[in-house]
């Protein structure tokens, strides 16, 4: 499976971006989609996840703000993010899991898309 972000960039405080994540490959063997973000100098963390079936998670840090969706047909997920705070600033990464629940274990992901930069200036 291959998995290419994008979506990111500068937004101001308060703005809003949507991040996309396209799978290629053998999709078959997806069902949790998730995404991560390494904000600078510190771990990567799990920002939202989906399974096929629409069950999601997210950190507590984003709830009411993120909203993580995906389109099955086109094998795609997003991360719809309004309200921006200068500490959502991070790399985005966008992963993949063949597992039959919502992931919220970093380990426990398949494969792993390159990064997209987000950075929110005050």
């Known amino acids: 499976v291959q998995l290419q972000a994008s979506g990111g960039g500068l937004v101001q405080a308060g703005g809003s971006l949507r991040l996309s994540c396209a799978a290629s490959g053998s999709i078959f063997s997806i069902n949790v989609m998730g995404w991560y973000r390494q904000p600078p100098g510190k771990e990567r963390e799990l920002v939202a996840a989906?399974?096929?079936?629409?069950?999601?998670n997210y950190a507590d840090s984003v709830k009411g703000r993120f909203t993580i969706s995906r389109d099955n047909a086109k094998n795609t997920v997003y991360l719809q993010m309004n309200s921006l705070k200068p500490e959502d600033t991070a790399v985005y990464y966008c992963?993949?899991?063949?597992?039959?629940?919502?992931?919220?274990?970093?380990?426990?992901?398949?494969?792993w898309g390159q990064g997209t930069q987000v950075t929110v200036s005050s």
């Open positions: 992963a993949a899991s063949g597992r039959s629940f919502v992931v919220t274990t970093r380990s426990l992901y398949d494969c």
């Open positions: 989906i399974t096929s079936g629409g069950t999601t």
